[in-house]
């Protein structure tokens, strides 16, 4: 195998689309946590640890913490309920594990990593994925951890906002501020308003200082979804893919992201067309999306990151063995 | 240029010894499908519209996996899912985890035109299809005592198998190899260069409750937009993780390879071999169907009179 000449490197991100007025506390707390999820990546790098190690274990601490829409802290079904999915994929050997329909599985990542690894499929959902939870004896708690009062209050606005299309104030509860969306135009995606739909997925991309590439998704998709509502996240190719060549996570109108393949298709143009990873993201982004919004983060064999997205801030962190540290939401 | 179309009832490791009785059935189902489609274009019905209706006959049969004839699960049941994509809009649809619904192809195709989203599953999929109006029966309706009886050897054999397998010979697992298949699948083009592609299957047997295959996996066992639509078939997990039926599209947009061309680099190159097999057409109405595996239950038809039928390779 090839030295890796250009050392590891690591993206996370918690979604992309954000809504321009989100209170300045919620930023600042989002941007905390995407630091300290890459330094916990940075510390398992220079550990040593595997590139599929550090996307899992990195996507761990996405999910457990309630800020962004994974684990805990999802985006709630119309029933009220948090059903989660996931995938992983190490690109050495291309082999990947999914999960979708969890609702008490602690850590899906971690369920996904195990299709991948204990069971001779790469995707189980729903009931099946609970069973084998179990067999594998992973943490499972009641589908309430998963929920917070933010949510709730969020898919109450959504429910409203499905019949009317304004005011979008959070409810006075313990703090929280008022967000509103400009009336006028609000900022929709999936077709729907950004300060109640925002997507919020989490991702995680490595190449580690072997060269290995790998990426993670995981989510709990669309608030007032369709109970057995299955998004891009689970699907290796649109939400997640790994190769030898690079690894991508995505993030944004679930839709969007299945149509144009976007995962597969940073890989397919850097092997294809042998477009080198900036060259590659700022393609897809441009070329691929028609009207659809999404972002997404990637990183190369030969130690680059890049993320690109059309959507109003994504956030997003970075970090490269050389030194290179950035987090950010807007463009 | 003119209309083209093509389908399929699954690759694998088809043993050249298959007897008559076990042939000419699913010869003389490909035919009569492939004859469905036909007519559908020459009615100038839209690929859409072909290829859910090739599909729904497909799955009624009970000789290949899908709808009724679907394998079973571990546990004895059935668990169905499907995938439409239309290549001009590249809308599409997906299900998964249906127990009751007499044609998953429809649903996908309504989740498709009725929905804001792409993919439903299990029970919401089935609520869904209720509340919808889609036709639904007694799961045991999908269950055929051949797929009882190839459970049973696969526990026996404790491994996934094909769909085909003779369930009555008890001859070694080995004799038939480990080859794992089933799904029927059909893309179709019309004069106007419109495409779409549509799959459809039960899986593999004694696959564990739960598991999705590549079908229902938009680039992995079902693709179209404008240059090509393509339906995958074979080792699920292998298509998954080659992005086969999108991987066909790319070759030829990003490196210029015709249809031909791309499909059988991508099996060739992109799965291991014994894994998977397809077919394709493109805009300009071309048409190709490349497996790696022993042999792609199969039938093929274009306007300028070229006819198909067949199971192994044909030269």
């Given at each position: 195998m090839e030295r890796n000449m250009g050392g590891w490197a690591i993206a996370v991100h918690g979604g992309a689309g954000v809504d321009p007025n989100l209170p300045q506390q919620r930023q600042e707390e989002a941007k905390q946590l995407l630091t300290r999820c890459l330094n916990l990546g940075i510390d398992a790098l220079r550990s040593n640890l595997s590139a599929v190690d550090v996307v899992e274990l990195v996507v761990r601490e996405l999910e457990t913490d309630p800020v962004f829409n994974s684990g805990r802290g999802s985006a709630l079904t119309a029933k009220g309920t948090v059903e989660m999915e996931s995938s992983i994929m190490d690109g050495l050997g291309r082999r990947c594990g999914a999960v979708s329909g969890l609702t008490t599985v602690k850590n899906p990542v971690s369920l996904?990593?195990?299709?991948?690894?204990?069971?001779?499929?790469?995707?189980?959902?729903?009931?099946?994925?609970?069973?084998?939870?179990?067999?594998?004896?992973?943490?499972?708690?009641?589908?309430?951890?998963?929920?917070?009062?933010?949510?709730?209050?969020?898919?109450?606005l959504a429910k409203e906002a499905n019949t009317i299309m304004f005011d979008y104030r959070i409810p006075e509860a313990g703090g929280l501020e008022t967000c509103s969306a400009v009336v006028e135009s609000p900022i929709l995606m999936n077709g729907l308003p950004i300060s109640v739909y925002a997507p919020e997925t989490v991702g995680c991309v490595v190449v580690d200082s072997q060269g290995r590439c790998a990426a993670a998704t995981s989510t709990g998709g669309l608030m007032n979804k369709m109970s057995g509502r299955i998004g891009d996240s689970p699907l290796i190719g649109a939400g997640?893919?790994?190769?030898?060549?690079?690894g991508v996570s995505c993030t944004g109108e679930g839709e969007a992201?299945?149509?144009?393949?976007?995962?597969?298709?940073?890989?397919?143009?850097?092997?294809?067309?042998?477009?080198?990873?900036?060259?590659?993201?700022?393609?897809?982004?441009?070329?691929?999306?028609?009207?659809?919004?999404?972002?997404?983060?990637?990183?190369?064999?030969?130690?680059?990151?890049?993320?690109?997205?059309?959507?109003?801030?994504?956030f997003r962190g970075c970090a490269t063995e050389d030194g290179f540290m950035e987090v950010g939401i807007w463009d | 240029m003119g209309w083209a179309i093509a389908l399929h009832g699954g690759a694998g490791d088809i043993p050249l010894s298959l007897p008559p009785e076990r042939r000419q059935p699913r010869e003389?189902?490909?035919?009569?499908?492939?004859?469905?489609?036909?007519?559908a274009l020459k009615a100038q019905k839209s690929p859409l519209d072909v290829v859910e209706l090739v599909v729904?006959?497909?799955?009624?049969?009970?000789?290949?996996?899908?709808?009724?004839?679907?394998?079973?699960?571990?546990?004895?049941?059935?668990?169905?899912?499907?995938?439409?994509?239309?290549?001009?809009?590249?809308?599409?649809?997906?299900?998964?985890?249906?127990?009751?619904?007499?044609?998953?192809?429809?649903?996908?195709?309504?989740?498709m035109e009725k929905t804001p989203h792409i993919y439903l599953a299990f029970d919401g999929a089935?609520?869904?299809?209720?509340?919808?109006?889609?036709?639904?029966?007694?799961?045991?309706?999908?269950?055929?005592?051949?797929?009882?009886?190839?459970?049973?050897?696969?526990?026996?054999?404790?491994?996934?198998?094909?769909?085909?397998?003779?369930?009555?010979?008890?001859?070694?697992?080995?004799?038939?190899?480990?080859?794992?298949?089933?799904?029927?699948?059909?893309?179709?083009?019309?004069?106007?260069?419109?495409?779409?592609?549509a799959t459809s299957t039960g899986g593999l047997v004694n696959k564990m409750v739960g598991r999705i295959g590549d079908t229902p996996i938009i680039g992995a066992g079902t693709y179209a937009n404008n240059l090509?639509?393509?339906?995958?078939?074979?080792?699920?997990?292998?298509?998954?993780?080659?992005?086969?039926?999108?991987?066909?599209?790319?070759?030829?947009?990003?490196?210029?390879?015709?249809?031909?061309?791309?499909?059988?680099?991508?099996?060739?190159?992109?799965?291991?071999?014994?894994?998977?097999?397809?077919?394709?057409?493109?805009?300009?109405?071309?048409?190709?169907?490349?497996?790696?595996?022993?042999?792609?239950?199969?039938?093929?038809a274009t306007e300028d009179g070229y006819t198909e039928i067949a199971i192994w390779p044909s030269c």
């Open positions: 996904a990593r195990l299709v991948m690894e204990r069971s001779p499929h790469s995707y189980l959902a729903f009931a099946g994925a609970e069973d084998f939870a179990r067999q594998q004896g992973v943490e499972v708690v009641d589908n309430e951890y998963f929920i917070t009062e933010e949510n709730v209050g969020m898919l109450k997640t893919y790994a190769c030898n060549l690079c992201i299945i149509r144009g393949t976007l995962a597969r298709e940073v890989a397919a143009v850097m092997e294809y067309k042998e477009l080198g990873l900036q060259e590659a993201v700022n393609f897809v982004i441009r070329e691929r999306l028609d009207e659809g919004k999404a972002g997404l983060i990637a990183v190369s064999n030969k130690g680059e990151v890049a993320w690109g997205f059309n959507t109003t801030g994504m | 003389a189902a490909l035919r009569h499908c492939l004859q469905v489609g036909v007519d729904r006959e497909l799955e009624n049969n009970p000789h290949f996996n899908a709808g009724r004839g679907s394998v079973l699960t571990t546990e004895g049941t059935v668990e169905m899912e499907a995938c439409i994509m239309d290549g001009k809009t590249k809308k599409c649809g997906a299900v998964s985890g249906l127990t009751t619904v007499v044609n998953a192809i429809s649903l996908a195709r309504v989740v089935e609520k869904f299809a209720r509340e919808q109006g889609l036709e639904t029966v007694d799961s045991s309706n999908f269950i055929t005592p051949e797929n009882i009886e190839r459970l049973k050897q696969a526990k026996e054999a404790n491994r996934v198998q094909v769909d085909y397998t003779q369930p009555v010979e008890k001859e070694t697992p080995t004799v038939h190899g480990d080859s794992q298949i089933g799904t029927v699948g059909c893309v179709a083009v019309d004069n106007d260069g419109n495409l779409a592609a090509c639509a393509v339906s995958a078939t074979g080792k699920g997990e292998a298509i998954i993780r080659g992005t086969v039926a999108r991987d066909v599209s790319a070759l030829m947009e990003f490196k210029g390879l015709s249809l031909k061309e791309a499909a059988a680099y991508v099996v060739e190159e992109c799965v291991p071999r014994g894994t998977a097999g397809l077919v394709a057409v493109s805009a300009k109405g071309e048409l190709t169907m490349a497996f790696n595996t022993t042999g792609m239950f199969r039938a093929a």
